[in-house]
């Protein structure tokens, strides 16, 4: 009966010697289906984070406003002050919203590969036409993309938030000021905060791979995220340009400094003001004292470099603050790839 | 053709291997078994055909030589994996639509068609299905693909005897309907009987037996006798294995046709699939004749002559 049936067999699509791949763009239709509900988590998220933001943000801008503007003799101006320095706390400066890339990266990436293989549809996904490491690549790349230009989005909301403790030339009314360096402001601003969250997707999506649940690869994905921010902020980040040296004595607020210390004659004398000679100290002692009962540092300064004392500070300019950022989301999308090649050769390599 | 060769093949997870040394050629135009004992390398055998996996050693070939998980093997091999794994919270015709752009060719009419014969919901989620429909979905899904073979592994180890009966005759349909070739593993031995056309028996990850079922059983047969004289013939006969009573035992003995003198007071009777493949399971020693693999064409001339 079987050799017969084979006479009647119906015509099948014609075999081309080349079979050509099925076609890239089928998988956007499958990738939305499948990840929908993923993104559109992320999206609500987001959504309501930005919201949040902006009605934050608009008080904080006017309290800005209100804290420049009013007459520095009013009684109200030093309440419109403090006022506005206190809704620093609103965003914890800014650590709160760091967790935001790890989240994404996290949930998304790490979801990808690891809910195919702890539920077995693995074996259905990989065994169709379109191919295996295909298949890992388009998921991965697309994904990538999407959380990306979100996360690339959001972030230019945060720019704006934080934009009045960036403004410089207000030290004169005791505002807050913070460095564009800071660590909690540094990454979520600019390119860097897209980067980080393409980072943290890429590690999200090896996890997934490799430990194959996703509940494990959740949480490595959330240490390893840690540990890479962690370096890169504590021990990277300086290195990216050598450092200016200067010797004047009134570096900018917004500079990121790393040390101080004073020469004499070219050489090394001491580092800080507590390591001063005695003897400079007491033909100092006679300067004229600041408004707490102590010499204020530019006084001291200055009879420091009466008695031949230069200052010298390392810092990086907070003109830099843009190479800072190519340089970093650079080295991060480099890594990111490196992470997804990874992901996809591992899959191609070994699959069950 | 081949639609599955396999020259030396072994695959080794850790220090355990679970396939070794297997070689095996499956023709065209059958419903081929693979029946072994659990461990007996039955998934890992089929895994490495659909290119889920790849080999420690040796080389598995499919559809006429090609490598296995190359592109044109996937696009000619339909796998339904052991308990069909589906995406439970997508429905049916999503399943459908996945399926339909994840391959070069996919027949959608074919598709609906098919489930509707077998009345399963198309807008119902996938994970809502009997476990009879999402097998019977998985190999919906398969067949409209078109695939030049269709490879099944434990495709009613979770079914009720109805849905056995009735995913097997989905498949036996869609053999002669489609030609298409059907490469299943199964411990279910009674309903191979009805369906296999081809057998080969995996034991501690090799090949102990492998051939067309007819061919097979006119190789062997029973003798049934009484038991004192069980030992005697027992060196003299090839004898595969022997069930021993008080009083009277049965032989399955290998045969080369049915012109071997029978001892008297003994009866010969043939053998049916189910009793062959347990004898074979229970000597994991014994090696059986297995005639070299013929093509198809072979087997057209054959038909028509």
Redesign the interface.
């Given at each position: 009966?079987?050799?017969?049936?084979?006479?009647?067999?119906?015509a099948?699509?014609e075999e081309d010697a080349s079979?050509?791949?099925?076609p890239w763009r089928?998988?956007a239709?499958?990738i939305w289906?499948?990840h929908r509900i993923a993104l559109g988590g992320v999206a609500v998220a987001l959504g309501a984070l930005a919201v949040y933001v902006w009605i934050v943000g608009l008080q904080l801008h006017h309290a800005y406003v209100a804290a420049t503007t009013c007459n520095p003799a009013s009684s109200t101006c030093a309440d419109l002050i403090t006022n506005f320095n206190f809704m620093n706390h609103v965003l914890v400066g800014g650590y709160t919203l760091q967790l935001v890339p790890p989240l994404i990266g996290a949930f998304v990436g790490a979801a990808v590969l690891a809910r195919e293989l702890e539920?077995?549809?693995f074996?259905?996904?990989?065994?169709?036409?379109?191919?295996r490491w295909r298949?890992t690549l388009a998921k991965l790349v697309a994904l990538a993309v999407v959380v990306t230009a979100a996360a690339g989005a959001i972030s230019v909301l945060f720019s704006w938030y934080y934009q009045p403790y960036l403004a410089t030339g207000h030290q004169s009314l005791a505002l807050s000021e913070e460095s564009p360096f800071s660590s909690a402001l540094f990454d979520l601003r600019g390119v860097a905060f897209a980067a980080w969250t393409l980072v943290a997707f890429a590690i999200g999506g090896l996890a997934g791979m490799l430990i194959r649940r996703v509940v494990p690869a959740i949480v490595a994905t959330l240490a390893a995220y840690a540990g890479l921010a962690l370096v890169a902020a504590n021990l990277l980040r300086e290195h990216y340009l050598t450092p200016l040296l200067t010797s004047n004595v009134n570096v900018p607020g917004s500079a990121w400094i790393f040390s101080q210390w004073w020469t004499k004659g070219g050489k090394f004398a001491f580092s800080g003001w507590r390591d001063a000679p005695h003897g400079l100290v007491q033909l100092c002692a006679s300067v004229p004292v600041g408004p707490l009962g102590k010499p204020s540092q530019g006084t001291l300064a200055q009879c420091f470099a009466q008695h031949g004392y230069t200052q010298l500070t390392s810092y990086q300019p907070a003109s830099r603050f843009w190479p800072f950022q190519w340089i970093e989301g650079g080295w991060l999308l480099a890594l990111s790839m490196l992470l997804i090649a990874v992901t996809v050769w591992v899959v191609r390599?070994?699959?069950? | 053709m081949n639609v599955i060769e396999a020259n030396a093949l072994g695959k080794r997870y850790g220090s355990t291997w679970a396939l070794r040394e297997c070689t095996l050629a499956i023709p065209d135009?059958?419903?081929a078994a693979l029946v072994g004992p659990n461990g007996a390398g039955k998934t890992t055998l089929l895994?490495l055909a659909?290119?889920?996996?790849?080999p420690t050693a040796g080389t598995v070939a499919v559809l006429g030589g090609t490598r296995a998980g190359s592109?044109?093997a996937?696009?000619g091999?339909?796998?339904v994996?052991q308990?069909a794994?589906?995406?439970?919270n997508?429905s049916v015709v999503?399943m459908l639509?996945?399926?339909c752009?994840?391959?070069?060719?996919f027949d959608q009419r074919y598709a609906e068609a098919r489930l509707g014969e077998l009345a399963i919901p198309l807008k119902r989620k996938a994970g809502k299905l009997s476990g009879g429909q999402q097998a019977q979905l998985?190999l919906t899904l398969a067949l409209a693909?078109?695939p030049?073979l269709l490879v099944l592994d434990e495709p009613m180890a979770m079914l009720d005897p109805l849905a056995r009966h009735d995913f097997m005759a989905g498949v036996m349909t869609a053999?002669?309907?489609?030609?298409v070739s059907v490469v299943l593993s199964s411990h279910v031995l009674a309903e191979l009987e009805r369906v296999a056309?081809y057998l080969i028996v995996l034991s501690g990850g090799s090949v102990q037996m492998a051939g067309e079922v007819d061919d097979l059983l006119a190789r062997h047969r029973v003798l049934t006798g009484p038991a004192a004289e069980a030992d005697r013939f027992a060196e003299r006969l090839g004898v595969v294995h022997a069930w021993r009573g008080e009083a009277q035992a049965h032989l399955l003995i290998r045969t080369n046709g049915s012109t071997d003198p029978v001892p008297p007071g003994w009866e010969t009777h043939p053998v049916s699939l189910e009793e062959l493949t347990l004898a074979y399971l229970r000597e994991p020693g014994a090696r059986g004749a297995a005639r070299p693999a013929r093509g198809?064409d072979a087997?057209?001339s054959?038909?028509t002559k």
């Amino acid at each position: 009966m079987t050799a017969l049936s084979t006479l009647t067999v119906p015509a099948r699509p014609e075999e081309d010697a080349s079979l050509r791949p099925v076609p890239w763009r089928r998988m956007a239709w499958v990738i939305w289906r499948q990840h929908r509900i993923a993104l559109g988590g992320v999206a609500v998220a987001l959504g309501a984070l930005a919201v949040y933001v902006w009605i934050v943000g608009l008080q904080l801008h006017h309290a800005y406003v209100a804290a420049t503007t009013c007459n520095p003799a009013s009684s109200t101006c030093a309440d419109l002050i403090t006022n506005f320095n206190f809704m620093n706390h609103v965003l914890v400066g800014g650590y709160t919203l760091q967790l935001v890339p790890p989240l994404i990266g996290a949930f998304v990436g790490a979801a990808v590969l690891a809910r195919e293989l702890e539920t077995g549809t693995f074996r259905y996904a990989w065994t169709q036409g379109f191919g295996r490491w295909r298949w890992t690549l388009a998921k991965l790349v697309a994904l990538a993309v999407v959380v990306t230009a979100a996360a690339g989005a959001i972030s230019v909301l945060f720019s704006w938030y934080y934009q009045p403790y960036l403004a410089t030339g207000h030290q004169s009314l005791a505002l807050s000021e913070e460095s564009p360096f800071s660590s909690a402001l540094f990454d979520l601003r600019g390119v860097a905060f897209a980067a980080w969250t393409l980072v943290a997707f890429a590690i999200g999506g090896l996890a997934g791979m490799l430990i194959r649940r996703v509940v494990p690869a959740i949480v490595a994905t959330l240490a390893a995220y840690a540990g890479l921010a962690l370096v890169a902020a504590n021990l990277l980040r300086e290195h990216y340009l050598t450092p200016l040296l200067t010797s004047n004595v009134n570096v900018p607020g917004s500079a990121w400094i790393f040390s101080q210390w004073w020469t004499k004659g070219g050489k090394f004398a001491f580092s800080g003001w507590r390591d001063a000679p005695h003897g400079l100290v007491q033909l100092c002692a006679s300067v004229p004292v600041g408004p707490l009962g102590k010499p204020s540092q530019g006084t001291l300064a200055q009879c420091f470099a009466q008695h031949g004392y230069t200052q010298l500070t390392s810092y990086q300019p907070a003109s830099r603050f843009w190479p800072f950022q190519w340089i970093e989301g650079g080295w991060l999308l480099a890594l990111s790839m490196l992470l997804i090649a990874v992901t996809v050769w591992v899959v191609r390599r070994r699959a069950a | 053709m081949n639609v599955i060769e396999a020259n030396a093949l072994g695959k080794r997870y850790g220090s355990t291997w679970a396939l070794r040394e297997c070689t095996l050629a499956i023709p065209d135009g059958h419903v081929a078994a693979l029946v072994g004992p659990n461990g007996a390398g039955k998934t890992t055998l089929l895994n490495l055909a659909v290119g889920l996996t790849d080999p420690t050693a040796g080389t598995v070939a499919v559809l006429g030589g090609t490598r296995a998980g190359s592109a044109a093997a996937l696009d000619g091999i339909a796998f339904v994996a052991q308990d069909a794994p589906l995406y439970k919270n997508l429905s049916v015709v999503d399943m459908l639509h996945l399926t339909c752009n994840l391959n070069r060719h996919f027949d959608q009419r074919y598709a609906e068609a098919r489930l509707g014969e077998l009345a399963i919901p198309l807008k119902r989620k996938a994970g809502k299905l009997s476990g009879g429909q999402q097998a019977q979905l998985a190999l919906t899904l398969a067949l409209a693909r078109r695939p030049r073979l269709l490879v099944l592994d434990e495709p009613m180890a979770m079914l009720d005897p109805l849905a056995r009966h009735d995913f097997m005759a989905g498949v036996m349909t869609a053999m002669a309907e489609e030609g298409v070739s059907v490469v299943l593993s199964s411990h279910v031995l009674a309903e191979l009987e009805r369906v296999a056309d081809y057998l080969i028996v995996l034991s501690g990850g090799s090949v102990q037996m492998a051939g067309e079922v007819d061919d097979l059983l006119a190789r062997h047969r029973v003798l049934t006798g009484p038991a004192a004289e069980a030992d005697r013939f027992a060196e003299r006969l090839g004898v595969v294995h022997a069930w021993r009573g008080e009083a009277q035992a049965h032989l399955l003995i290998r045969t080369n046709g049915s012109t071997d003198p029978v001892p008297p007071g003994w009866e010969t009777h043939p053998v049916s699939l189910e009793e062959l493949t347990l004898a074979y399971l229970r000597e994991p020693g014994a090696r059986g004749a297995a005639r070299p693999a013929r093509g198809r064409d072979a087997e057209l001339s054959e038909v028509t002559k």
